[in-house]
């Protein structure tokens, strides 16, 4: 048996707790205590999702191999073992990811081929087993088909920017501060659309009244974030719509007392097990979460907008062709009018956004937000589904940093064999183009099995 798998308990407690998570490892090896180790993670954990930063510095190295220094022999096999272990993987990953992005996400157009795949990986990290013929549902095309437009903009020479909008990725805050930037203008010297489309392309889609040449001068651009911090907001917004007091602000009536008869919701607020339970029965059986869950769409992967252009392609013969996105919602306000300068030069200069969109869940009321985050922070079988769930986000917005624990997953020889296989299954069709509308659950006892 290797002396890496000894002593797992006396490992945990070490300042070498997350060397096999591939993040950071060198420099946590200087923590001696658990508060140490605990005020490390604080400082590299940005919005509870750790992440490959690249070299360590130079005082991180010198901590390492001062703790090499003042160990034991068997501490200092056991580091080593446990370093180059924990290479190997990335080597492996490095190796085998390119490949993999391309079968997903070529030229960014997802193949809708591994769609039913990705659900039957996050299962079986589930322990749910092997189940094929679930997954070629309407549900399940959901989770990556979905797309709500977002604002189009044409300057007096006929240039246009499009910006496609993400839920949970500063969709607000973007919005608003272009509409005030570029489409205050009382001359009529350009046209603003605001983002009251409910969807790229089809009914009510944001590019369909382009013609090709118009399209070709359409600069289109969008914003995205880590795929699990995503998912990670998008619940806790979930969460926030799905409480009492918010349901008694909905329209229609028959909301004011909705009943949530899922496994989930049995479970108290804030805690880890409600999170976890909501994950399960998500990838479990999505169509009767979406009846019962009001508000899924906001998980929905962000690879929805690219799917979108690639109909627009196969289905009108028009070129649709994503200019560029930014991959971090960090320093928003700075960042995204700097992005947009780089990639669509033709639109006015703007400045910093001045406006703040802030959503109420934000404030994390009823501490979903922070259960969800301590979850994905066990890395245990939870943290692996979701990594298999957005596996094509990570493909699609490479320049993402993929976690370890993800990187780890996609090395596997399980899951490479079940992916690359994928072609084989039976694909939804790209075309016709359907709506897009968001999912209106049914009263209890109506829903579809």
């Given at each position: 048996m290797p002396l890496a798998a000894q002593s797992s308990a006396k490992y945990r407690a070490s300042s070498l707790y997350l060397v096999s998570r591939g993040n950071n490892n060198i420099a946590k090896f200087g923590a001696s205590t658990?508060?140490?180790?605990?005020?490390?993670?604080k400082n590299m954990v940005k919005g509870g999702i750790r992440r490959q930063r690249g070299r360590p510095?130079?005082?991180a190295v010198l901590a390492f191999l001062l703790f090499l220094y003042r160990s034991s022999m068997t501490w200092r096999r056991l580091v080593i073992e446990t370093v180059i272990a924990d290479m190997r993987k990335n080597t492996e990953f490095d190796r085998f990811w390119p490949e993999m992005k391309e079968f997903m996400c070529p030229n960014r157009r997802p193949n809708q081929s591994v769609w039913s795949t990705l659900f039957i990986l996050a299962r079986i990290e589930l322990g749910f087993g092997l189940d094929r013929t679930h997954y070629i549902d309407d549900a399940i095309s959901r989770f990556f088909i979905y797309h709500t437009g977002g604002v189009l903009y044409t300057s007096p020479r006929e240039d246009r920017m499009a910006y496609l909008r993400v839920w949970k990725a500063g969709n607000n805050q973007i919005r608003f501060n272009l509409e005030e930037m570029l489409g205050n203008k009382t001359d009529?010297?350009?046209v603003f659309q605001s983002g009251k489309t409910i969807s790229i392309v089809g009914e009510d889609g944001l590019l369909d009244g382009l013609s090709t040449e118009q399209l070709n001068r359409t600069c289109i651009v969008t914003a995205v974030r880590d795929p699990i911090e995503h998912f990670i907001s998008?619940?806790?917004e979930i969460e926030f719509r799905n409480t009492p007091t918010y349901m008694k602000t909905r329209k229609e009536r028959r909301y004011w007392n909705w009943k949530n008869p899922l496994p989930y919701a049995k479970h108290g607020n804030g805690t880890i097990e409600r999170f976890e339970t909501f994950v399960s029965d998500f990838i479990?059986?999505?169509h009767n979460t979406g009846v019962y869950t009001l508000d899924l769409v906001h998980i929905f992967s962000m690879s929805g907008v690219l799917f979108g252009l690639k109909q627009i392609k196969e289905c009108t013969g028009r070129n649709a062709n994503l200019a560029g996105y930014l991959p971090s919602l960090r320093d928003l306000d700075t960042e995204f009018p700097k992005f947009l300068q780089r990639t669509c030069p033709t639109v006015s200069q703007l400045d910093s956004f001045r406006r703040k969109s802030v959503h109420k869940?934000?404030?994390?009321?009823d501490n979903n937000y922070a259960a969800a985050k301590r979850s994905w922070e066990r890395q245990g079988k939870v943290s692996r589904a979701l990594c298999a769930l957005h596996a094509l986000d990570y493909a699609c917005f490479d320049d993402i940093p993929v976690p370890g624990l993800c990187q780890s997953l996609y090395s596997s020889d399980r899951f490479r064999d079940h992916l690359l296989s994928a072609d084989v299954m039976e694909s939804p069709p790209i075309c016709p183009i359907r709506p897009?509308?968001?999912w209106a659950p049914q009263l209890p006892g109506t829903a579809k099995e």
């Open positions: 658990h508060n140490d180790m605990h005020q490390a993670d510095s130079v005082a009529g010297s350009s998008a619940y806790n479990g059986n999505t869940s934000q404030s994390d009321p897009v509308h968001r």
